[in-house]
């Protein structure tokens, strides 16, 4: 499909986009650059003959693009899913830093709202059920003032007003602390990522919230400081659905 890029690329140049140069004819002028248009509407076929490009000259010494725009290239390769991106540990090209890079996983985020959910469940049941107790019971004990069929009953008054003051006593913490919980999983647009720690290689995960990016953690296998770095990619052909990506950086390895 070599030919049929090129072909592409003489339309486009025909079309006054600027014009694809060729290499060997510029050699001297130094590493030049494919013109794939705007990032957003670049197909695929084009970003991975840019990137490669891209790649080889960055290894050869002659970087053809800056990090930013090379990051970009790769971050749109990697929403189509193109076979060219690598996701072990690499070097920053600018930063001279080692990173992995980190997906999104729905699944955890899911988990941890649903055992929120639980306790929250839990908590309210504290509350509500020695109410709905005592009122049941005082609905009895008015419909049945005969005391024949209710005659041993397994709380007096007192102790079922008690049991509603214990009820609430322990529910209403836990089901306040659980709404606070889930109302920060909401507000925090919380992304639970997982990615691989560029220091050891064991799997990583962290819970990051869309306002504390970028988020600090330390790998729980070799306690190396990493850093998660998110971006958020608005859908253009389904809006309001989201495409998380994000690395891993390497701070600091672990002192041995
Ligand atoms: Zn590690």
């Not at 001297?28 to 891209?54: D, H, I, K, M, W």
């Not at 008690?162 to 999983?185: E, H, K, N, Q, T």
């Not at 995960?205 to 990619?233: D, I, M, N």
Request: hydrophobic share 40%; charged share 20%.
């Amino acid at each position: 499909s070599g030919a049929n890029i090129s072909d592409q690329f003489s339309r486009w140049s025909a079309a006054a986009v600027p014009a694809v140069i060729n290499h060997s004819r510029l050699r001297a002028e130094g590493p030049s650059c494919l013109f794939v248009g705007p990032l957003e509407t670049a197909t695929q076929e084009n970003l991975e003959a840019l990137y490669r490009q891209a790649r080889k000259a960055y290894y050869s010494g002659q970087p053809l693009i800056v990090d930013d725009m090379f990051d970009r290239v790769e971050l749109k390769l990697r929403s189509y899913g193109s076979k060219y991106v690598v996701k072990y540990p690499r070097c920053s090209l600018r930063r001279h830093s080692t990173y992995a890079d980190a997906e999104e996983d729905p699944s955890q985020v899911f988990a941890l709202s649903s055992v929120w959910l639980l306790i929250l469940g839990f908590g309210t049941s504290a509350c509500l059920v020695p109410v709905a107790y005592a009122i049941t019971r005082a609905y009895r004990d008015a419909f049945n003032s005969s005391g024949v069929f209710y005659a041993v009953e397994l709380f007096s008054p007192l102790s079922c007003m008690l049991f509603v003051l214990f009820g609430a006593m322990v529910g209403y913490p836990i089901a306040s602390a659980s709404v606070g919980a889930l109302r920060g999983l909401w507000v925090n647009d919380l992304v639970a990522l997982k990615g691989i720690c560029p220091h050891c290689g064991e799997e990583v995960y962290a819970f990051v919230g869309s306002k504390q990016w970028p988020h600090r953690v330390e790998c729980h296998v070799c306690k190396s400081s990493l850093e998660f770095r998110t971006k958020v990619v608005e859908s253009v052909s389904a809006p309001g659905k989201r495409w998380v990506y994000g690395r891993v950086y390497l701070i600091r390895a672990a002192k041995r």
